[in-house]
């Protein structure tokens, strides 16, 4: 089984010195890849220089993370692709559990591995965790993470499990099924990209796996500011067109006019916070969400299920009940 590690870097030359070693170091076997989105620093030069067999593809203008991919993926020939972030650190044999699900499990397609955080190594970091899931108004959230509440790493989740996203922080994809589903959505640019895929693969009948025994290091928000009320309005934009497009059609206008209100009250919280760029960057998020309406509506392809959902609200449990971890939740 062939793999390929693709690596997207926009400008993060000081990212690829500090993590590329360890993805070098640990990867033997895998073929190496570097997406470069129109980077405007010295990247390139030095990943050739200091890592020669690192094979390198070019944009020619920075697509964000679904564009990028999706057409940098075109000049890479793998069984399975490894989408790895730049501020990812990896680890001994990281490889051999994810190759061997693949291996062993024809109708898995998409694999996660366990991700904790970098700057806190006994936590699990806040993109993926131990494997996602939505609730029934699209709100994502993980094993080990919920909202912003991270839980240390004791063991609770070293099993094995059927998830619904996977992280693209670290993201395995069996090629053909990312060619058959068409790849990453680039109107959405950055953020839940990988989470409509997933559903889309879910939708198709595909199978996406938390697998344990591998474990990476996440930064987080090394590329786009955790901060940032652009990073707040692609979330809330991006997840009303994912809603859109895998709902099943009887939930469809209900569930997106529920998620609307809902995103009003986030609106205003922001708003009491101190933080009325962000409530702004809800604002625009409708208003990109509405310019696209129906170009979204006609992306609707495989038959959506009705089982989407790990649980009815998890706002409700989180904010209301007080529930912090995954597993006061069921």
């Known amino acids: 089984m062939k793999i390929a590690i693709v690596i997207l870097n926009w400008n993060g030359k000081a990212l690829l010195e500090q993590f590329l070693p360890s993805v070098v170091r640990h990867s033997e076997g895998a073929e190496i890849w570097l997406a470069d989105n129109a980077s405007t620093d ?36 793998a069984d399975v692709y490894a989408l790895v972030n730049s501020d990812i650190e990896v680890t001994e044999n990281w490889l051999s559990p994810i ?48 909202f912003d509440t991270l839980e240390q790493d004791q063991g609770q989740y070293d099993d094995d499990c059927t998830i619904l996203w996977a992280s693209g922080a670290c993201f395995f994809i069996r090629k053909a099924v990312f060619d058959e589903l068409g790849g990453f959505d680039a109107d959405f640019f950055a953020h839940q ?23 990476v290091f996440h930064v987080g928000g090394a590329t786009l500011n955790e901060g940032s009320p652009r990073k707040t309005e692609l979330n809330f934009r991006n997840s009303l067109a994912m809603l859109l497009k895998n709902l099943p059609q009887h939930k469809l206008a209900t569930t997106i006019f529920i998620r609307l209100c809902l995103d009003g009250v986030a609106g205003i919280r922001f708003l009491l916070q101190g933080k009325p760029a962000h409530c702004w960057a809800v604002a625009k998020a409708h208003f990109g969400f509405y310019k696209m309406l129906r170009i979204n509506y006609l992306k609707r392809q495989s038959l959506p299920k009705a089982n989407y959902f790990k649980l009815k609200n998890v706002i409700y449990a989180y904010f209301i009940e007080g529930k912090k971890r995954y597993s006061e939740l069921f």
Not at 56 to 68: C, D, E, P, Q, S
Not at 193 to 214: M, P, Q
Request: proline share 4%.
């Open 42 to 77: 010295d990247s390139i030069a030095f990943v050739q220089s200091a890592f020669p067999n690192v094979k390198i593809v070019t944009n020619k203008v920075n697509l964000g993370y679904a564009g990028g991919y999706n057409e940098a993926l075109k000049s890479v020939d």
């Open 99 to 146: 190759l061997s699900v693949f291996r062993n499990e024809p109708q898995t397609a998409i694999l996660q591995p366990k991700i904790r955080d970098f700057k806190r190594k006994g936590y699990f970091e806040y993109a993926g965790a131990a494997g996602g899931f939505i609730d029934s108004y699209g709100y994502p959230f993980c094993r080990g993470r919920l």
């Open 193 to 215: 990209e990988e989470i409509d895929l997933c559903w889309r693969a879910f939708n198709a009948g595909h199978v996406t796996k938390y697998v344990a025994a591998s474990t």
